[in-house]
């Protein structure tokens, strides 16, 4: 939806609950040109901290304990 920056104070707490309700993004425009959009704000997940954090995070690929064929320059 785009409105005007005139019709966005005559209805903005109308709009807002339009916004959180529906999702819908509003484009608003002063005098033709674009001058923000309103969006309703994305559900953060939250922040896991500790052992475990990375759970279903990552995928092990291959054999981990073996060691690789190739001998590194430390090594020598």
Excluded: H, S
């Amino acid at each position: 939806m785009t409105i005007t920056a005139t019709e966005f104070k005559a209805k903005c707490l109308q709009i807002l609950d339009q916004v959180n309700r529906t999702g819908e993004v509003v484009t608003i425009t002063k005098r033709g040109q674009v001058v923000a959009e309103l969006r309703a704000p994305y559900e953060a997940k939250p922040v896991r901290k500790g052992p475990g954090m990375a759970k279903g995070e990552m995928v092990i690929v291959g054999d981990i304990m073996e060691p690789i064929d190739v001998q590194w320059d430390a090594l020598k």
